[in-house]
């Protein structure tokens, strides 16, 4: 199964950045991933929170196949604990091609990226930065594969 992060504007934050690829590296152990960054719409001060959330939802929109399964990081996603998620990962390798995970922008999805998403997940109750979501999605996925291998990674 090729799994795929959508990104929705390029990680600012060098730590950050370094703490990604160090995880991306990590994944690539476990499974085919990698990072699609959509650029940041330009002249967004000339338009509403709805033009710039329906120009980027275009945008993912263009990135999916029929058959991928899209999950979006959304706040009024499903929590899981970090087992949990393991083993709903572990399921999704045997039923999907293409496993497409997408933090969105600044104002969230379109109508038409939400009406188009398979399942919705929240990594927290709390909110955080879209550039601390991208590191923590990373280390979660990481910490998925190793539990699913079996590997010491994670302790309960």
């Known amino acids: 199964m090729k799994t795929e992060l959508i990104l929705v504007g390029k990680t600012n934050d060098r730590h950050f950045q370094i703490g990604i690829d160090d995880y991306i590296g990590r994944i690539m152990h476990y499974m085919p991933f990698s990072i699609v960054v959509i650029p940041e719409l330009r002249n967004t001060k000339a338009m509403s929170e709805e033009q710039q959330k329906e120009r980027e939802g275009e945008l993912i929109m263009k990135l999916l196949q029929p058959s991928d399964t899209l999950v979006l990081l959304d706040e009024r996603g499903k929590e899981f604990r970090s087992v949990e998620f393991a083993a709903w990962l572990e399921k999704k390798q045997y039923t999907s091609r293409r ?50 291998k079996g590997e010491p990674y994670h302790h309960e």
């Open 99 to 148: 496993l497409v995970f997408c933090i969105g922008g600044p104002y969230g999805f379109s109508p038409a990226v939400y009406a188009r998403a398979d399942e919705k997940i929240s990594l927290s109750k709390m909110t955080f930065s879209h550039q601390m979501v991208r590191l923590i999605f990373a280390e979660a996925l990481y910490r998925a594969c190793t539990i699913i």
